[in-house]
T-cell receptor, first 112, second 115 residues
Framework: AQSVTQLGSHVSVSEGALVLLRCNYSSSVPPYLFWYVQYPNQGLQLLLKYTTGATLVKGINGFEAEFKKSETSFHLTKPSAHMSDAAEYFCAVSPGGEKLTFGTGTRLTIIP | EAQVTQNPRYLITVTGKKLTVTCSQNMNHEYMSWYRQDPGLGLRQIYYSMNVEVTDKGDVPEGYKVSRKEKRNFPLILESPSPNQTSLYFC??????????????FGPGTRLTVL
């Protein structure tokens, strides 16, 4: 069975600073990996996804994530945080079947 | 506009009173799913459907029922709600299963309180 661990339920960064949100997964087969973002009082929307091929994946709003098989990680980064990035971020994994497993989420706060 | 709609958005009910939360998508998606979101637990899948008349259990199906009689609709039924089903519920749809790297489109959520 697959699982997802997001380290840090709350992360605070200053505006303009690097954003790093951590995600580690376990999967018995090469997984499909996703990052979703949830803005206050809204549903989730896709930031980016990794399927196969290039391990550095670029998403919307300047975010990117790198798939590292040896570390079973898929950390999300953004070089310079903006106030509008304040949201909750979810990492998710699918082993290639019909189910999608989400992590517990990381709430990102941006300090002016 | 392509979207997933849920109704109602907010619902307060009492223990044991049957309720249905509707979900509808206008994107001709085959895959639909229900999740519940609880603080500290993230999103957990309740049920999913690969197509009309095809449904299967997710990780937390106890106390819930679903049906998929039409492609666009996927209602969530709580036959006898209990307080531990107080949660934020999301419906989602995608062209195919998540395992085919399909993006899930989420509805706006239904906040349910069971007293």
């Amino acid at each position: 069975a697959q699982s997802v661990t997001q380290l840090g339920s709350h992360v605070s960064v200053s505006e303009g600073a690097l954003v790093l949100l951590r995600c580690n997964y376990s999967s018995s087969v090469p997984p499909y990996l996703f990052w979703y973002v949830q803005y206050p009082n809204q549903g989730l929307q896709l930031l980016l996804k990794y399927t196969t091929g290039a391990t550095l994946v670029k998403g919307i709003n300047g975010f990117e994530a790198e798939f590292k098989k040896s570390e079973t990680s898929f950390h999300l980064t953004k070089p310079s945080a903006h106030m509008s990035d304040a949201a909750e971020y979810f990492c998710a994994v699918s082993p290639g079947g019909e189910k999608l497993t989400f992590g517990t989420g990381t709430r990102l706060t941006i300090i002016p | 506009e392509a979207q997933v709609t849920q109704n109602p958005r907010y619902l307060i009910t009492v223990t044991g009173k049957k309720l249905t939360v509707t979900c509808s998508q206008n994107m001709n998606h085959e895959y639909m799913s229900w999740y519940r979101q609880d603080p500290g637990l993230g999103l957990r899948q309740i049920y999913y459907s690969m197509n009309v008349e095809v449904t299967d259990k997710g990780d937390v199906p106890e106390g819930y029922k679903v049906s998929r009689k039409e492609k666009r609709n996927f209602p969530l039924i709580l036959e006898s709600p209990s307080p531990n089903q107080t949660s934020l519920y999301f419906c989602a749809s995608s062209l195919g299963s998540p395992g085919s790297y399909n993006e899930q489109f989420f509805g706006p959520g239904t906040r349910l309180t069971v007293l």
